[in-house]
């Protein structure tokens, strides 16, 4: 199912101008464009739009939080939803010690 920018703001609380901001940076980009030009974003990407924006309020700068996505992406294609889940708990907290 794909979500208009309207519609994926109301589901992940942002609005459409953060939204706008992470796909013209390059960290949350729309998972397609429709005919008439418009975003269009996956349920898939929910979790990762809050969880970026959750990384820019802890002050951590776009390109970290990109460097986040990427090493996340590639270890999401070897891992579990739980491992996943356990490998992002401990590397926030190293990444938050070493840098705070």
Not at 11 to 40: C, H, I, Q, W
Request: some cysteine.
């Amino acid at each position: 199912m794909l979500f208009t920018i309207q519609e994926f703001s109301k589901k992940t609380g942002l609005p459409p101008s953060k939204l706008r901001f992470y796909d013209k940076k390059g960290v949350l980009m729309p998972s397609t464009r429709l005919e008439n030009g418009y975003r269009a974003y996956s349920a898939d990407q929910i979790h990762l739009a809050k969880m970026i924006d959750s990384l820019r309020q802890a002050d951590i700068s776009i390109e970290d939080t990109s460097t986040i996505q990427r090493r996340m992406s590639r270890i999401g294609k070897r891992c579990s939803k739980d491992g996943k889940r356990i490998w992002t708990k401990k590397w926030k907290s190293s990444w938050l010690q070493e840098n705070m």
